[in-house]
């Protein structure tokens, strides 16, 4: 029989890892009890019939000493006077501490015991960044930070690196990172390559092999930054969705679109950063090269290489328009069909094929290993069910599945077993150095 998690199992867990961290100051088992216990039972509340969302930061704002180095780098507001840590707060304060502009700071006494003290503002680049719409991460605040993301969901992060998270009953301590290493890696890898043909045609120049690398190396990049970023706003419409990225699609019996769409601007988004991007490096080459010869720059490439910059900008705006554009697809019932190029061939699509596979394989790793835990699909929703159903015909098929919860999970067929991998790393995390080895997000 599984066991049932709790927040205390949550504040053991996280307790352990702070203990071996770098962290200078480190927090009771019995604080992470209050924190985590607390904020569980916050989560169960509602307000205005919605769920509570809101970032507790756990900051000692009486000995911390920070000095703003940017505008935009988040700062300590206190309240007049400290607020008792309790659910009753909590729900009333988390309308005022929407997680995308605020946190809460929260911090204990010589007694344990927890207040809110006041909030920190300029959430907004640390919530950009974790979701790909920043580039540079921004300054960190406080110890580790808490977020209330569902009912019974609650996400510890020490920085950039996410600790662990209890899902409701399940404690959640590992992140495939099945982007980057095994099967689902490797699929769109091979699938999303353009040939070196296809790369002079849309650069318009002659290219040598290790240009096709270095180009292919590029787009995969962004194939898989564009997927994560269409399940993160999946996730944050909370009402779950599907997508399904297939090779060399065909309308079949198996699949039943109700809209049908061709949809490229994804696809163009990332070949012209592509080539944005690699005109501006030339630039930058010609600018050094004049400036080691002492030359001086002619004003017409200082203009060309100014509008560069705007073109890049541009570029990258236009992938942002375009992923949130196809993530509002998913509105509708049905998944929506994708190539492997990220091309839209429709959505409201349906699964009509009946072939369930008899159990499917739960990994824990992004490269599925030996202990692999069987489960009967009848445990997942119909949307699992039916992605199981099309990827155990159809191989050369990824699935991605969001449940109304927010959990997001992989589907693969792999040497005939329907591999399932729950809890994968979407977010833009980093590795924090303050913790001795890598938690919670192994390949």
Request: hydrophobic share 40%; charged share 25%; glycine share 4%.
């Amino acid at each position: 029989m599984s066991k049932n998690y709790t927040p205390n199992d949550l504040a053991n867990f996280v307790f352990r890892e702070l203990a071996r961290s770098k962290t200078s100051k480190k927090p009771s088992k019995s604080i992470l009890e209050q924190l985590f216990n607390t904020l569980y039972y916050t989560s169960l509340q509602t307000e205005e019939g919605q769920f509570i969302k809101v970032t507790i930061t756990l900051y000692d704002h009486l000995s911390a000493h920070k000095t703003v180095t940017h505008n935009d780098d988040w700062k300590f507001f206190p309240f007049g006077t400290p607020m008792e840590f309790s659910v009753k707060n909590l729900v009333k304060l988390s309308k005022a501490a929407d997680p995308w502009s605020s946190s809460l700071s929260v911090y204990y006494n010589e007694n344990e015991q927890l207040f809110i003290h006041g909030m920190i503002d300029q959430a907004v680049h640390y919530q950009n960044f974790l979701n790909y719409e920043r580039d540079n991460e921004p300054l960190y605040p406080g110890m580790i930070q808490t977020m209330i993301n569902g009912i019974g969901i609650l996400n510890v992060m020490l920085e950039y690196q996410p600790l662990a998270a209890l899902n409701q009953n399940y404690l959640v301590r590992h992140y495939p990172n099945v982007f980057e290493y095994g099967p689902v890696s490797d699929f769109i890898v091979s699938s999303s390559a353009y040939s070196k043909k296809e790369l002079e045609k849309a650069m318009k120049e002659k290219l040598d092999e290790t240009d096709v690398e270095v180009f292919n190396d590029f787009i995969f990049e962004y194939v898989i930054q564009s997927i994560s970023r269409i399940l993160l706003k999946i996730k944050n419409y909370h009402h779950g969705g599907a997508i399904l990225i297939t090779k060399d699609f065909k309308p079949s019996t198996d699949l039943n679109i109700k809209y049908k769409l061709e949809y490229n601007r994804i696809q163009t988004a990332v070949m012209n950063i592509l080539s944005t991007v690699m005109d501006s490096e030339a630039l930058e080459k010609v600018i050094k090269s004049l400036k080691r010869r002492g030359e001086d720059m002619p004003i017409e490439l200082h203009e060309e290489y100014d509008l560069s910059e705007i073109d890049i900008e541009d570029s990258f705006n236009e992938l942002s328009g375009a992923v949130r554009f196809v993530s509002s697809l998913t509105c509708v019932d049905g998944l929506v069909l994708l190539s492997p190029q990220m091309v839209v061939h429709g959505f409201g699509a349906v699964i009509s094929e009946k072939g369930h596979p008899d159990v499917v394989y739960i990994s824990n790793a992004s490269k599925p290993a030996n202990k692999l835990v069987k489960m009967a699909p009848s445990h997942f929703g119909t949307r699992h069910q039916s992605m199981f159903s099309y990827c155990l015909k159809h191989p050369e098929s990824l699935g991605f599945v969001v449940s109304q919860d927010g959990e997001i999970r992989a589907i693969k067929n792999v040497n005939g077993k329907i591999i399932v991998w729950e809890n994968i790393k979407v977010y833009q995390f980093l590795k924090s150095n303050k913790l001795a080895k890598v938690v919670g997000w192994k390949p």
